[in-house]
């Protein structure tokens, strides 16, 4: 799923910065690297791209572990699998015997210690039997005098004891066993429509119905996997009519009337499996408010979209959040199914020139994000400096190291500050750290030479050209600063000694919206080309 830009406020300018000058900070430096990060990610261009999974922040398993085990459907099934010792006497079909139910409720805890144990409850226990069977917490097996019996299984142990590895593996099959459940309930026929036994025709529309209902809950646990992915802490949770219209309508377009029937049939259902992968811990979930649905006589169900609603009105239709053990076992499923689903800080390692190495040549990246991990624990003064001298160069990423870097300077604030300073006078670097230090707000930071600045703009659209963004791209040449003399201007651009003068010359023709400026640029590409 391809991930979305998600712009930076950049820095103002400071007032030590000279008018004429044209530096990054003019053009908005941080919306050039939230541009670049999304690397060609741009709203218009989604449809068109590979499907891309974001990268997310997990929990250590042995916190997931822990969550894990707190799951009351899976704590239940522990519990069924250490009652089963040294072995319990079981039905032909593995279930309980009707002696064991109710003492099996009242094990749990769902039902009182003495008198009548209602039949929810005894059904709620044969559920967790069921699935400590299936996840072979218990055994079965048949004695010599043809009794059919169940132990404990080998997992068990281990499990108790919270060994991570075990009860993330098993915790892993139960969410996988539960979601299939939950598609099968949905693709059932509805009462009184069932087809003969050997009605072939009807099987297969079972089947279609079935498949159609595991892509669409496929397809929202993969938005809010994206949702959790992108989301600031606390903002991670999604009113079900905004998860259903993102799997109706195409982006940038607003829902037709058919379309906002299609978003309330699709939260019907999605609602009863949202709701049973909810009960292992995979989501927070507030269901549908049944009333919403009650049907007076000739009119239909309440549809969602038809006026405004207020937040807790809105919450009635249901809200859904993907919890860290979902987001756990969503990424899981994405592997199994030959997804990339790379982690926050998989690329945060080594040495800084490792680091930008990683960031620049990855597709699916969150830059920022690469940063903060790296930066994380470091002294800021030592590893400003190593990542400003590890963007040095004149390779084919070098601009895209220079942003990246100048990112870092931002994320570490003041304290980055002595190592900027001491490169004010890098032909590669200076220019992007004076203007950095006067988005500052540093009066006492010189105005770049005219070719410090020149330089430092075409390194910096450099930087946007390989990032691809094309639609960020156009904003920016579009307010490019280059006033009614244009043609003086790119006189002297395309004399800059810089690799990719000519291809940035030849973006600013292409996309400029004037005529008369983006024939200049196109003229003044032809001249750097042929210095070249």
């Known amino acids: ?80 699998a250490r009652w089963a010792a040294p072995h319990r006497v079981v039905d032909a079909l593995g279930d309980l015997v009707e002696e064991d139910r109710a003492p099996a409720a009242r094990l749990l805890g769902l039902a009182p210690a003495e008198g009548e144990v209602p039949e929810a409850a005894e059904i709620e226990a044969m559920r967790a039997w069921s699935l400590a069977c299936d996840l072979d917490l218990v055994e079965l097996g048949t004695t010599e005098d043809g009794r059919h019996v169940a132990v404990p299984g080998p997992d068990l142990e281990p499990a108790e004891q919270g060994d991570p590895d075990t009860v993330l593996e098993l915790w892993l099959t139960a969410a996988g066993i539960v979601r299939e459940l939950a598609v099968d309930a949905d693709s059932l026929p509805e009462e009184g429509e069932e087809g003969d036994e050997g009605d072939e025709g009807a099987l297969d529309e079972v089947e279609e119905a079935r498949q159609a209902a595991a892509e669409l809950l496929d397809e929202a646990l993969q938005v809010l996997y994206e949702t959790t992915a992108f989301a600031d802490p606390g903002q991670e949770t999604v009113p079900l009519g905004v998860l259903a219209a993102l799997l109706v309508v195409p982006e940038g377009e607003e829902p037709s009337e058919e379309m906002l029937g299609d978003i309330t049939d699709l ?37 969602v979209g038809e006026e405004p609603l207020d937040e807790e009105e809105s919450a009635r239709f249901g809200l859904v959040r993907l919890t860290p053990l979902g987001q756990y076992g969503v ?156 043609s003086g201007w790119f006189a002297e651009v395309w004399r800059v000694d810089h690799p990719y003068t000519a291809d940035v010359l030849e973006a600013i023709g292409e996309m400029h919206p004037e005529r008369a400026v983006a024939k200049e640029a196109r003229k003044a590409a032809f001249k750097a080309r042929s210095r070249q």
């Open 331 to 486: 990424r899981q499923w994405l592997l199994e199914d030959g997804y990339d689903a790379p982690l926050v800080g998989d690329l945060a390692q080594g040495d800084a020139a490792e680091l930008l190495h990683a960031v620049c040549e990855s597709v699916n990246v969150l830059p920022e994000e690469e940063l903060k991990v790296w930066l994380a624990g470091r002294e800021p003064l030592a590893a400003a400096r190593e990542l400003l001298a590890a963007s040095r160069g004149s390779d084919a990423y070098a601009p895209m190291r220079r942003v990246l870097a100048v990112e870092a300077l931002r994320q570490l604030g003041a304290a980055a500050e002595p190592a900027a300073r001491e490169v004010m006078d890098d032909p590669e670097l200076g220019g992007a750290a004076r203007a950095w230090l006067a988005g500052l707000g540093r009066t006492d930071v010189p105005a770049p030479e005219r070719a410090m600045a020149l330089w430092t703009v075409i390194d910096t659209f450099a930087a946007q050209l390989l990032g691809g963004g094309e639609g960020a791209m156009r904003e920016l040449i579009a307010d490019l600063p280059v006033g009614d003399e244009s």
């Open 267 to 303: 939260m019907v259902a999605l609602d009863p499996m949202l709701a049973d992968l909810a009960e292992l811990g995979m989501l927070d979930y507030r269901p549908i408010d049944p009333e919403l649905f009650d049907e007076d006589e000739g009119e239909g169900p309440v549809v």
């Open 1 to 80: 799923m391809a991930g979305r830009r998600r712009k930076n406020v950049g820095a103002e300018t400071g007032e030590g910065a000279a008018a004429e000058a044209v530096l990054p900070a003019d053009l908005d430096l941080q919306d050039l690297y939230g541009a670049f990060a999304a690397h060609g990610l741009d709203d218009e261009d989604l449809d068109d791209a590979a499907v891309l999974v974001p990268p997310v922040k997990l929990l250590p398993e042995p916190e997931l572990a822990v969550l894990a085990k707190a799951v009351p459907m899976f704590g239940y099934a522990l519990a069924m």
